[in-house]
Each structure stands twice: as C-alpha cells, then as structure tokens.
C-alpha cells in the first residue's frame, strides 16, 4: 500500500471513530465553549437552553466605489469592524461571545435579559453608525450603511482548533447566528417609518415577545416622539417595532420585526440601567 493510502485509510478509521463517538452535551453558560475539554471530542455544545445574536454587518451594496478600491474598503471595514466589536464588548450591555464574520462581527448572550442587552447594543451601534461613522466615509449619493438583525434560538456550537496551537474557531450550527445573519439582510422597502430607514435592525419574533413581556425595556417609544408630533398623540404609545409579514426565508418563521430607533438623548441611560 503507498503511503498516502494508508494516510487515507487512517483519516477513514479516525473520523469513523468520531462518528460514533458523537455527542451533544447541555450548557447555560456560553462561555462553555470556552472549555478546552471539550476540543478533542466529538462533542457539541447545545441543549434546549435559548441565546440571542446579535449580527451586525457592514452594507456595501449601496456603495460601488468599494469594488474599485480596495484600499478604501480596507480602511473603512477596520474602522467599523472594530466599533462593532468594542461595542458588543460594552461592560453593561456587552456580549458573553463575540466573533468577526465577513464584513461584520456577532456577539451571543446569555442569562434572562439576553434579548434587551443585545438591542441595546444595536440601538448603541446604529447610534455611533448613524451619527459619527456613516459622514466620515460617505458622500450623499453614496453613503455606508449598516445591517443588523438579532435572533434567539437553542444553540449547537462546537470548538475546532489545531492541537497544540491554541488557534481556536468556534463552529456554529443550528439556527442561532445564521437567521441573526439573515434578519440582518432583509431588504425593506423605504416605508413611512421616517429620515432613517436605511439601517433599520431587524428582531425575530421570540425576541420581540421578550419585549412584549417586559415592556419597561422598550417596546414603546420613550418622549422623542411627542414633540414632533400632533398633541392628541402625546399620551398615546407608539410602538419600537412594526411587524413584518412572511419573511423571504423560510426558515425565519412567519414574521420578524423591524425599528429605525436610535438612542434618545434624554432616556438612553434609563434603558441602560435596567441592566443587572
Ligand atoms: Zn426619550
């Protein structure tokens, strides 16, 4: 036998090995995958415990100049890369997991107010975006945009790494991170939702009825709303979120969510604060 065929039948009788020896254990902690036990095992991380994502990406379709120079591109992927990170690293509302995926980064949270730390860190993100990033790179008729979607689901993650290396990725299956990704793409039609509906964020229905559940943290507009507009609305809730229809994937469900807030002056820390 040569030498790559006994090579071959022995990566065959490994992976059989691992096929076998396949499992899936329980975590409520996502800083489990941390672990490094698990790192020779065929053993996934999962169970019936929920997380949220929070996927943020940088929108390039709208901007044609990217293609022609790279260099350019380079600098502002670094610049708004690195944003997304330190805010996903924010101490109050910060992410238990973050990675950098494509153009973007996601963080996963955890514990029971997993869903509000991750919009606040979007609303905190669409904020730095719309109001100091975006006019740094963008002329009027080309400016950035950003994508950002947030979804909450079982996880089933497993840590691939080279032995010995302490070079680590993290692997993500199920639907966790991928429909946070997918929300984060949906393209929305410009609609009567106001000046800002280039970056919407965009929520899956579980964490939506998070909100619905605990409507302190935000399901209704805060006192920005009021000024602006006619008084017999003053006293009159108006909701963060408007309800969208029949996603484009399937695997989104029947409907997802969509808001164009931004953090409001005077209430943000309020918000914030509710944190524990
Ligand atoms: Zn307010």
């Keep these: 036998m040569t030498k790559i065929q006994e090579y071959i039948n022995e990566l065959k009788e490994k992976s059989d090995k691992?096929?076998?020896?396949?499992?899936?254990?329980e975590i409520d902690n996502?800083?489990?995958?941390?672990?490094?036990?698990?790192?020779?095992?065929?053993?996934?991380?999962?169970?019936?415990?929920?997380?949220?994502?929070?996927?943020?990406?940088?929108?390039?379709s709208s901007k044609k100049s990217f293609k022609k120079h790279?260099?350019?591109?380079?600098?502002?992927?670094?610049?708004?890369?690195?944003?997304?990170?330190?805010?996903?690293?924010?101490?109050t509302i910060g992410a238990d997991y973050i990675d950098i995926k494509g153009d973007g980064a996601f963080g996963v949270f955890g514990g029971d107010q997993a869903s509000f730390k991750a919009f606040y860190c979007a609303i905190t993100f669409k904020?730095?975006?719309?109001?100091?990033?975006?006019?740094?790179?963008?002329?009027?008729?080309?400016?950035?945009?950003?994508?950002?979607?947030?979804?909450k689901d079982k996880v089933l993650v497993r840590r691939i790494g080279k032995r010995g290396e302490g070079n680590y990725n993290e692997v993500w299956a199920g639907k966790l991170v991928?429909?946070?990704?997918?929300?984060?793409?949906?393209?929305?039609?410009?609609?009567?939702?106001?000046v800002f509906d280039q970056n919407l964020i965009f929520v899956s229905d579980k964490v939506y009825k998070d909100f619905?559940?605990?409507?302190?943290?935000?399901?209704?507009?805060?006192?920005?709303?009021?000024?602006e507009e006619s008084v017999s609305i003053i006293n009159q809730k108006v909701p963060v979120f408007t309800r969208?229809?029949?996603?484009?994937?399937?695997?989104?469900?029947?409907?997802?969510?969509k808001t164009d807030v931004?953090?409001?002056?005077?209430?943000?820390?309020?918000?914030?604060?509710?944190?524990?």
């Design 30 to 60: 996502i800083n489990s995958i941390l672990d490094k036990a698990y790192i020779d095992k065929p053993t996934w991380l999962g169970g019936d415990k929920e997380f949220v994502c929070l996927f943020i990406d940088l929108d390039k």
């Design 127 to 151: 904020t730095l975006f719309e109001e100091k990033i975006k006019n740094k790179f963008g002329t009027e008729e080309e400016s950035l945009g950003c994508k950002i979607g947030i979804h």
């Design 70 to 91: 790279p260099k350019t591109m380079a600098k502002i992927y670094d610049y708004f890369t690195q944003n997304i990170v330190d805010v996903l690293n924010h101490p």
């Design 212 to 227: 619905e559940d605990n409507e302190e943290f935000g399901l209704y507009r805060c006192c920005d709303v009021s000024s």
């Design 244 to 257: 969208v229809e029949e996603p484009s994937e399937e695997t989104l469900g029947d409907c997802f969510y």
């Design 262 to 276: 931004r953090w409001c002056n005077k209430c943000a820390d309020k918000y914030i604060d509710l944190i524990r």
């Design 178 to 194: 991928n429909n946070a990704s997918k929300l984060a793409s949906q393209k929305i039609e410009p609609s009567n939702l106001g």
């Design 18 to 25: 691992r096929f076998d020896d396949f499992d899936i254990i």
